[in-house]
């Protein structure tokens, strides 16, 4: 070499305060030269070079989001709450996917036998949706960290609840979208909506004593009993749950199991299966 | 020394079986082995003491405080690390990401703070060249290690390890067996394991369970000399033996009552919980 960089320059370069053009020259230079690069190890800040290093180090592992991650940073959730939903089993692409098939399903069967008041099968199948979403959430059967969150100091209805807002704003969003598809029906298309909610926080507030397998079984297989009994009873209009009355009963239903989810909320901090 | 995990008389039944019968112990820093044949209630105990089930009858307390109220529940929650028998992963998660959401269900939710903690812990079971790497694409010994790297994000004071070195192949064994004992250094261990080389080479003490009680607790040496003067060799099995069993060698190994004029031999561990299982079923008779 037939020149060095100045120390004083170094000790710049040290600080990240030399600017460019003599940056790139001390670069270039200090790449290739071990003298200036010895000087640059005995002029640098140790403290400042292992904080640098850190921050190098933080860059490359930090988590890249995935897509559904990033979609609610970009919304503004917060870093840690988008990790949590990230892991949760009912927002991956393939349950979500099922979900379209299903509603698309119903639609179709709406447009093709149009001669009832309400699409019944549209009606019965959506509110269904948000109960095995907010199901497939959480649980040792389908949750694969379920043993580890539950001992961990996060409460286990907290981190229930983050995932079962998310899981009923996703389910009713496609269930919303699908309603859109079926406006000769009017606001009736949208008779789904309450029985969802009485449905998901029943299964929930269930799943406190009944496990998160059977509770949801049970209310699902209630819902559909009761759909059967309607029509038995219905005489070719629509089915009472989506009267205006049964309407009425799924929102006291939905009040009632809430208020129930509420009380039995710390059974949920507790592990929730068998033990060997 | 104060005991870091102090329990009484605890009782769990599961339908008509009983998981715990009147438990009672004291942990103290340093590796304590917990041992016992399959139904045994080894994971029960651990799922009490971690908090996560309650004990029908009893009490007990961790760091002390005390698990059976929600403040102290979370107390003992903020200072435990846990690995349960099967560890489930996200399969799609990094080994960076899988111990960062750990950390996040930890609370830790300060970003850079977390991100140090979690290449601390992975440096800590030797995974920082692999961070970045899908979870479903390392070995299971290395998913084993990120398993207890997630349980000591927090640096916690009472650490609960449930069969950690089942599966591994006799050199990933060896290596958890390194990390467990680094990981005992200064804080309390309880781990629950079948083989009795995992006690010989790193526990202060151990706990023998069957059929939900406590058999033995003591320390190795002395569930070794219980076996003391009761293992001897014989050409031919020996119907008198408690235990029996052909070695590398061809003769039988025999523990129980020897007849006079026997070919003692020197007990080893297994002997002595072989001895310390008599009566209590399961893994007896060989």
Redesign the interface.
């Known amino acids: 070499m037939t020149w060095h960089v100045s120390e004083e320059d170094l000790r710049a370069y040290a600080r990240g305060e030399l600017a460019p053009p003599v940056l790139w020259s001390a670069d270039t230079h200090v790449t290739a030269c071990a003298r200036c690069r010895a000087v640059l190890a005995e002029v640098g800040d140790p403290v400042a070079l292992d904080a640098a290093w850190?921050r190098l180090?933080?860059k490359?592992?930090?988590?890249r989001p995935?897509f559904f991650e990033g979609l609610l940073l970009r919304l503004g959730v917060?870093?840690?709450t988008a990790?949590?939903l990230a892991?949760t089993p009912a927002l991956r692409g393939s349950w979500l996917g099922a979900v379209v098939a299903v509603l698309m399903m119903s639609v179709v069967a709406a447009y093709a036998g149009r001669t009832t008041a309400s699409p019944t099968l549209f009606l019965a199948l959506a509110p269904l949706l948000p109960l095995a979403g907010v199901a497939l959430s959480y649980g040792p059967a389908l949750?694969?960290?379920?043993?580890?969150?539950?001992?961990?100091?996060?409460?286990g209805f907290r981190?229930l609840m983050i995932r079962t807002v998310a899981v009923i704003v996703a389910s009713l969003g496609l269930d919303g979208l699908a309603t859109l598809a079926l406006p000769g029906y009017g606001l009736r298309a949208l008779a789904w909506l309450l029985p969802a909610l009485a449905l998901t926080t029943t299964g929930l507030a269930l799943s406190a004593r009944l496990g998160p397998v059977l509770a949801p079984s049970v209310v699902g297989g209630g819902w559909a009993l009761l759909l059967v009994a309607a029509h038995a009873s219905a005489d070719g209009g629509t089915l009472a749950p989506f009267t205006a009355a049964g309407q009425g009963v799924a929102a006291a239903v939905a009040a009632l199991a809430a208020a129930l989810l509420f009380l039995v909320r710390?059974r949920f901090?507790?592990?929730n299966g068998?033990?060997? | 020394m104060t005991p870091t995990v102090s329990a009484s008389g605890l009782c769990l039944r599961?339908g008509g079986t009983r998981?715990l019968d009147d438990v009672s112990l004291r942990l103290t820093q340093g590796v304590t082995g917990l041992l016992g044949p399959?139904?045994a209630g080894?994971?029960?105990l651990l799922?009490v003491l971690?908090?996560?089930?309650?004990a029908d009858q009893g009490a007990f307390t961790v760091l002390g405080q005390d698990p059976g109220t929600?403040r102290g529940?979370?107390e003992v929650?903020?200072r435990?690390g846990?690995l349960?028998?099967t560890?489930?992963?996200?399969?799609?998660?990094?080994a960076?990401?899988f111990v960062?959401?750990?950390a996040?269900?930890?609370?830790l939710?300060d970003?850079?703070a977390?991100?140090?903690e979690v290449?601390r812990v992975l440096d800590e079971v030797d995974l920082s060249d692999v961070?970045?790497k899908r979870i479903k694409k390392l070995s299971g010994g290395m998913r084993q290690r990120v398993a207890l790297a997630?349980a000591l994000v927090g640096d916690p004071g009472f650490l609960v390890l449930d069969e950690p070195t089942v599966g591994l192949d006799p050199e990933q064994r060896m290596r958890f067996r390194e990390l467990i004992a680094r990981a005992g250094e200064g804080r309390t261990v309880l781990l629950s394991t079948h083989q009795t080389e995992d006690v010989a080479m790193l526990c202060h003490r151990v706990v023998v369970m069957a059929a939900g009680a406590v058999r033995f607790d003591g320390t190795p040496a002395e569930l070794t000399a219980r076996a003391a003067g009761r293992v001897w060799s014989s050409t031919e099995r020996d119907p008198g033996a408690k235990a029996g069993w052909r070695t590398g060698l061809g003769a039988f190994r025999n523990v129980g009552d020897p007849p006079p004029g026997a070919d003692l031999l020197e007990p080893t561990l297994e002997d002595g919980y072989l001895l310390t299982l008599d009566g209590a079923g399961t893994e007896v008779a060989v």
Do not use: C
């Open positions: 850190e180090d933080a490359l592992d930090a988590p995935g917060a870093g840690h990790r949590l892991a949750d694969p960290t379920y043993e580890m969150a539950v001992v961990s100091p996060m409460h981190l710390d901090d507790l592990f068998s033990a060997a | 599961y998981a399959n139904g080894k994971t029960t799922r971690a908090t996560a089930v309650p929600a529940r979370q929650r903020r435990l846990y349960p028998q560890p489930g992963f996200h399969p799609d998660f990094t960076f990401e960062d959401y750990v996040i269900l930890k609370e939710t970003r850079g977390r991100h140090r290449r961070r970045g997630a």
